[in-house]
């Protein structure tokens, strides 16, 4: 099972940060997940790899993986060890991909007045609100569809369709 | 219901589905492309051992055609082997092509068809009626696992193009127009159909070159009500067996909008967006480094034919290079057996096997830092063909073409009289 309280520091991006900046192109020829995970938002800031740690939330406005459908993106994200992406919106491949892998996502229309680069986020699912717990100001989140939810509670399509080996 | 809602029912085996329903559907094309051999990795790890619908199943080696580098080059030794012990016979070699530009060609992309390939840009398939979308590897591993994949049922917003182009101005501008009003997040999860006026006049190539730009307002399909010009190019391939579905007449689209495309300029996306869309006039001047011409959004025959009409005796500016890669080997050959290519080549352009090449910043033809390229293509994200802080602008096959004639962003039609 996902849990259901997830929390970590917010690293706050903008609109339309897109998969070729989540992963970009010259790295797609790697198999390594663990190498992927190094070139994680490499593409849309310089300073990410550096202050990241791990369980950190990801925070960004709306469109957050659009563009190619790359799976690297979420595997990147996923590995590299992102407790959860909180966006306006979301790529609709990406949203796939990362459900996949077990990554949620939390769809915030209005996570830009609680977003606060370096605060602690808390995402709530059960009372449906992500809370900035510097501010205490909280803000209303989307819950996640069934269907999604049970490939997050399965820790992903992969233990959910093949149980035995995970 | 809406055609592409008649296709989902059709493959899930449903009298009929409901926008935001989640469905199981059999899937008809499932492709993968070299970037994914995570696929194959992914179908091993859910407990794959036998392909389902091998003869379903299209392997296309476009990405990194031919490979710049070792671990590609493993990447392909891999997917060919995996073709030979799954069965898999369709499988497009370097040699081929873009994925969506390959199976138009081949006539295996049909009215009707649910088409899902390992590439966003499959939304491409929507200029033949077809339902085509894009997925993640692991997605795609679970068709080959099972032949089914699911779905949610989409909602549906139609853009009805009217009029008349003006000479120089061509599908490419129109859908760029579309962009930069509608912006990139329009269509999340939506289908997007066009229809009006216009469509009938476009050609199958244009159509495409429509459809497959919609993933650039996160539309998960694209539709063109199959039409005279659909047939008839099925016909030129051999295909007459397909279902054309169509909409009912009380359906209830999401949105509609109408734009008339007689009042349109050449359009330019400016970087580092799809959607900072300009009337190509207030760019006109910028210096470019490179131009591109190619892929499966810009590298038809078409577009090299309006190309070599502009550069034709003429030759591109001494501070620019314009690289010139057919979308496929079949439009490579007739570049070839129409005279393009000489044309090409004789003013100075630089011809890149058929393949993606420099569009998503792998190989073949990336720009430095700091340099500006315009091109055909569909993305200009930062660091998308190459360095971070190269600018990209998106524009038409011919507004390329005249640009690297100058040296500088140019209107082509002067050019084009």
Same mark, same amino acid.
């Given at each position: 099972m996902v849990s259901r309280i997830i929390t970590g520091k917010m690293h706050v991006f903008g609109n339309n940060i897109d998969t070729d900046q989540i992963y970009p192109g010259q790295y797609l020829d790697v198999t390594d997940h663990n190498e992927m995970a190094k070139y994680c938002l490499q593409g849309a800031s310089d300073k990410f790899a550096q202050e990241f740690v791990k369980g950190d939330i990801v925070v960004a406005g709306t469109n957050f993986g659009c563009g190619s459908s790359r799976e690297n993106a979420a595997i990147a994200l996923k590995v590299r060890g992102v407790g959860a992406v909180v966006a306006k919106s979301f790529g609709r491949i990406f949203y796939r991909n990362?459900?996949?892998?077990?990554?949620?996502?939390?769809?915030?229309?209005?996570?830009?007045? &609680?977003?606060?680069?370096?605060?602690?986020?808390?995402?709530?699912?059960?009372?449906?609100?992500?809370?900035?717990?510097?501010?205490?100001?909280?803000?209303? &989140?989307?819950?996640?569809?069934?269907y999604a939810m049970k490939i997050l509670n399965a820790g992903g399509i992969k233990p959910l369709l093949n149980p035995k080996k995970e | 219901?809406?055609?592409?809602?008649?296709?989902?029912?059709?493959?899930?085996?449903?009298?009929?589905?409901?926008?935001?329903?989640?469905?199981?559907?059999?899937?008809?094309?499932?492709?993968?492309?070299?970037?994914?051999?995570?696929?194959?990795?992914?179908?091993?790890?859910?407990?794959?051992?036998?392909?389902?619908?091998?003869?379903?199943?299209?392997?296309?080696?476009?990405?990194?055609?031919?490979?710049?580098?070792?671990?590609?080059?493993?990447?392909?030794?891999?997917?060919?082997?995996?073709?030979?012990?799954?069965?898999?016979?369709?499988?497009?070699?370097?040699?081929?092509?873009?994925?969506?530009?390959?199976?138009?060609?081949?006539?295996?992309?049909?009215?009707?068809?649910?088409?899902?390939?390992?590439?966003?840009?499959?939304?491409?398939?929507?200029?033949?009626?077809?339902?085509?979308?894009?997925?993640?590897?692991?997605?795609?591993?679970?068709?080959?696992?099972t032949g089914e994949l699911w779905f949610r049922v989409p909602r549906v917003v139609k853009i009805n193009l009217n009029g008349t182009l003006q000479p120089g101005v061509y599908a490419k501008d129109v859908i760029l127009h579309v962009i930069g009003k509608v912006k990139a997040d329009f269509a999340i999860y939506k289908g997007v159909e066009f229809a009006g006026t216009l469509i009938p006049k476009l050609s199958v190539s244009e159509r495409m070159a429509l459809c497959n730009m919609t993933t650039e307002i996160g539309a998960k399909t694209a539709y063109i009500q199959p039409d005279e010009v659909t047939i008839s190019f099925l016909k030129e391939k051999g295909v007459t067996e397909y279902n054309i579905f169509t909409t009912d007449p009380d359906y209830q689209y999401e949105e509609e909008l109408t734009f008339d495309v007689s009042e349109i300029g050449p359009q330019v996306a400016a970087p580092f967006?799809?959607?900072?869309?300009?009337?190509?006039?207030?760019?006109?001047?910028?210096?470019?480094?490179?131009?591109?011409?190619?892929?499966?959004?810009?590298?038809?025959?078409?577009?090299?034919?309006?190309?070599?009409?502009?550069?034709?005796?003429?030759?591109?500016?001494?501070?620019?290079?314009?690289?010139?890669?057919?979308?496929?080997?079949?439009?490579?050959?007739?570049?070839?057996?129409?005279?393009?290519?000489?044309?090409?080549?004789?003013?100075?352009?630089?011809?890149?096997?058929?393949?993606?090449?420099?569009?998503?910043?792998?190989?073949?033809?990336?720009?430095?830092?700091?340099?500006?390229?315009?091109?055909?293509?569909?993305?200009?994200?930062?660091?998308?063909?190459?360095?971070?802080?190269?600018?990209?602008?998106?524009?038409?096959?011919?507004?390329?073409?005249?640009?690297?004639?100058?040296?500088?962003?140019?209107?082509?039609?002067?050019?084009?009289?």
């Open positions: 990362a459900f996949n892998l077990g990554l949620p996502l939390i769809v915030c229309p209005r996570i830009d007045e &609680i977003a606060g680069h370096g605060d602690e986020l808390t995402i709530d699912m059960d009372r449906e609100l992500a809370i900035n717990n510097r501010t205490g100001k909280s803000v209303p &989140i989307e819950p996640i569809s069934e | 219901m809406h055609a592409l809602e008649k296709i989902l029912a059709y493959r899930a085996g449903l009298k009929e589905v409901r926008a935001g329903e989640i469905v199981n559907c059999k899937v008809d094309l499932a492709g993968i492309n070299d970037l994914y051999p995570q696929t194959m990795y992914s179908f091993r790890e859910i407990g794959g051992e036998k392909v389902a619908c091998p003869d379903k199943v299209v392997i296309f080696l476009d990405h990194y055609a031919p490979p710049s580098t070792i671990k590609a080059a493993q990447t392909h030794a891999e997917f060919r082997q995996f073709a030979r012990e799954q069965g898999i016979e369709k499988l497009m070699d370097v040699n081929e092509g873009v994925c969506h530009q390959v199976l138009a060609d081949k006539g295996l992309t049909r009215p009707g068809m649910l088409i899902v390939i390992t590439d966003s840009h499959t939304t491409t398939h929507g200029a033949f009626g077809a339902f085509g979308t894009g997925v993640g590897a692991t997605d795609l591993a679970c068709i080959l696992k967006s799809v959607d900072n869309v300009y009337d190509l006039q207030d760019h006109i001047g910028t210096p470019i480094d490179q131009a591109f011409l190619g892929t499966c959004t810009g590298g038809r025959l078409e577009d090299i034919a309006i190309a070599a009409k502009i550069l034709k005796g003429r030759k591109i500016h001494k501070n620019t290079r314009m690289l010139v890669v057919p979308a496929s080997m079949e439009t490579q050959m007739e570049a070839i057996r129409l005279g393009y290519m000489q044309d090409l080549l004789e003013a100075g352009c630089t011809f890149v096997t058929p393949g993606c090449a420099a569009c998503l910043g792998t190989h073949e033809g990336l720009i430095a830092e700091g340099e500006t390229c315009i091109t055909s293509s569909s993305r200009n994200f930062p660091g998308r063909m190459g360095h971070k802080k190269g600018k990209i602008f998106l524009a038409s096959p011919a507004t390329v073409a005249a640009s690297a004639l100058n040296g500088v962003i140019t209107d082509p039609t002067p050019y084009l009289k």
